[in-house]
């Protein structure tokens, strides 16, 4: 195996293309029920892993690139949804949400693998669910209530409160993005997470 | 992976790329600016005349409109038990005819034609070392891994189910992350190979 410490363009392209694809995939995936019944969709657990493994720049590009590709007509969001219209649509905040929300979550996961370089275990958990926390909970979230305050005229709490239902499952992913995180750097020892 | 694009040729399907972004754009900034119920409805009606024009082409992507009228039918059903039943019907409106105007372009414009439009756009940002030429290149991989990634997924899944009877669920995840990354090394080193770099 190849090492990918260094990370020229050409080499990122493969990486940007393929975690574009994850995100794809996972709007294909049917939807999860939890038991106290609120349905999540792994797409924004593709948005968290995505800031988590890849750091903020590529990060950028990988969503903004499935973004491209949404908006040129590729039924790519989850229910097969895609083409401009999606951006006209009440939770239009949430796409400006992920990408952003990936940026954030890639820098809040470099600063902390730069301060504990080498984490395997807990602290390498922790890590990856606060920066998936931070980057697809809180700021997600700020521009999908932003979006559904232009869009649909609610007032502040009233979006947030239209929002709750949905933190459950929300943590539930940053749960799972987290271990997953760990799996990837137990199991390709040669992933640098405190790239750029 | 389909487009959304209809090869049943409608009216518009002759129209430039170019002509419809534009007009897009412009009756988008139009509905968010009228406020009042009167100018909205009009404008929606106009919309979906419009939209109708484009005969069945238009309304085999129904599917695509369905969540947002059931979207629409709730924030209106809102503001009218809040005693706003105005601002309600605006924004349902106006959200319903943007995205029926979005539709019509993306029903009637072929892939290929808005990615030109879009390379245009954004070629001024090639001198801040956006990688814009590989547009095209990272999409055609996106959909190419996206298949790859899905056909592992149902070998994993199979796999699990032949061993314990049930789905593999999220348990999956972590070797279908791995075994992604491995494929995108070797896709890595085939392009730079072929690339350079």
């Known amino acids: 195996m190849t090492t990918t410490a260094t990370m020229t363009s050409t080499r990122s392209l493969s990486y940007i293309a393929l975690f574009a694809a994850v ?39 990988t969503v903004g690139l499935f973004l491209v590709a949404v908006a040129l007509g590729l039924p790519l969001l989850s229910g097969g949804r895609g083409g401009v219209a999606v951006f006209a649509a009440p939770s239009a905040g949430f796409l400006l ?41 809180v700021v997600m979230y700020f521009f999908g209530i932003l979006g559904l305050m232009l869009a649909a005229h609610l007032s502040a709490t009233q979006a947030t409160l239209a929002m709750l239902a949905f933190v459950p499952g929300d943590l539930v992913k940053c749960a799972v993005c987290a271990v997953l995180v760990q799996s990837v750097a137990r199991g390709m020892p040669s992933w640098r997470l405190d790239r750029d | 992976m389909r487009s959304l694009y209809s090869t049943r040729r409608t009216w518009l399907h002759g129209v430039p790329a170019w ?15 009228t406020a009042e119920v009167r100018g909205i409805a009009i404008a929606a009606a106009a919309v979906l005349a419009l939209f109708a024009s484009l005969g069945p082409a238009g309304w085999r992507q ?14 209106a059903g809102f503001h009218w038990a809040m005693g706003n039943p105005a601002i309600g019907l605006v924004s349902a409106l106006r959200i319903m ?7 019509m372009l993306t029903i009637t414009t072929r892939f290929d034609d808005l990615l030109t439009v879009l390379e245009t756009i954004l070629s001024p940002l090639r001198r801040l070392g956006l990688p ?12 190419r891994f996206a298949e790859n990634f899905y056909a592992q997924w ?44």
């Open chain 2, 62 to 75: 129904w599917r695509m409109l369905r969540g947002l009228l059931i979207a629409s039918g709730l924030i």
């Open chain 2, 132 to 143: 814009v030429g590989r547009i095209a290149l990272a999409i055609g991989l996106t959909l």
């Open chain 1, 97 to 137: 949400g992920w990408l952003l929300g990936a940026v954030v979550c890639g820098v809040s996961m470099r600063q902390f693998m730069k301060r504990m370089p080498g984490a395997k275990g807990k602290g390498l958990l922790i890590a990856a669910f606060l920066s998936s926390l931070v980057g697809g909970i």
């Open chain 2, 97 to 103: 005819a943007a995205a029926m105007l979005a539709l």
């Open chain 2, 154 to 197: 149902q070998r994993l899944d199979d796999a699990h189910r032949a061993r314990t009877g049930r789905s593999g669920g999220l348990r999956l995840l972590a070797p279908l992350a791995i075994r992604a990354l491995q494929t995108a090394e070797r896709v890595a080193d085939a392009l730079a190979a072929r690339l350079g770099g």
């Open chain 2, 19 to 33: 002509t419809k972004l534009v007009a897009l754009s412009l009756a988008g900034t139009v509905l968010m600016l």
């Open chain 1, 23 to 61: 995100i794809a995939v996972f709007g294909l995936i049917p939807k999860i029920d939890l038991p106290f019944g609120v349905p999540i969709t792994l797409q924004s657990l593709g948005i968290m892993l995505v800031g988590c493994l890849l750091g903020p720049k590529r990060a950028f590009y």
